[in-house]
């Protein structure tokens, strides 16, 4: 497991399975947009949660790329689910823009819910195709961005499905780190009086 902090916001990466995070607030699903149980992570979570979850998401249904809408966990051991839908790569663009407002909504929901952490899948690097390391880099980014506008969420949880994903996620995080750090401490002073 690897950790970065951006201002309050701490960031992981594990690997494992999104249905299975029992010491967070809110999992999000990479839905879509009908917001019925299909396969990969909405498939995972809609059997893990039971029918209940599919009941509550009607009602809300349908959602467009890039928004988020939150229901109660049901038989998951989260309180909440929190409903993303990712642009399908080659179909909705500009997919960075969709992509980002997928994962700043969804943070900003949880904020409004006074959530203090959130677990998220890689979305839309599934079925909609987006390449994962670009992917990789819009959600830390963004994730970044937001941090400073967050008052309740403190801790965020990228989980990962396979070995390789998480090692690409880990350095694709200690990049946008790195990128957003080049002066962590003041700079010598030259000493000459200048
Ligand atoms: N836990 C963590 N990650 C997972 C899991 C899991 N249980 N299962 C898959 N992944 P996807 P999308 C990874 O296809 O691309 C669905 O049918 C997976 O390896 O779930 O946004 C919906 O109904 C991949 O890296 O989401 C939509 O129609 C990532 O999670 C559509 O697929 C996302 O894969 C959404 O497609």
Redesign the pocket.
């Known amino acids: 497991m690897t950790a970065r902090t951006f201002g309050r916001l701490r960031i992981e990466c594990v690997r494992?399975?999104?249905?299975n995070q029992p010491d967070v607030d809110a999992v999000v699903n990479?839905?879509?947009a009908a917001l019925?149980?299909?396969?990969?992570?909405?498939?995972?979570l809609h059997r893990a949660a039971g029918p209940g979850l599919d009941e509550e998401c009607r009602a809300l249904a349908p959602i467009a790329p890039g928004e988020a809408v939150i229901t109660g966990g049901h038989d998951l051991p989260n309180p909440w689910v929190i409903h993303c839908l990712?642009p399908v790569y080659g179909r909705d663009r500009p997919e960075p823009a969709l992509l980002a407002a997928s994962y700043r909504n969804a943070l900003q929901l949880a904020d409004e819910r006074g959530l203090e952490s959130v677990a998220f899948?890689?979305?839309?690097?599934?079925?909609?195709?987006?390449p994962?390391a670009q992917a990789a880099e819009v959600a830390f980014q963004t994730m970044a961005d937001t941090a400073d506008a967050l008052h309740s969420v403190t801790r965020v949880r990228f989980?990962?499905?396979?070995e390789a994903?998480l090692t690409l996620h880990e350095r694709v995080l200690g990049a946008v780190q790195a990128s957003r750090c080049l002066y962590p401490e003041p700079p010598p002073r030259s000493g000459r009086g200048v």
């Open positions: 494992g399975d999104i249905a990479a839905a879509n019925r149980p299909g396969s990969g992570v909405a498939g995972a990712g899948p890689a979305l839309s690097t599934g079925v909609f195709g987006y994962m989980v990962l499905f396979s994903d």
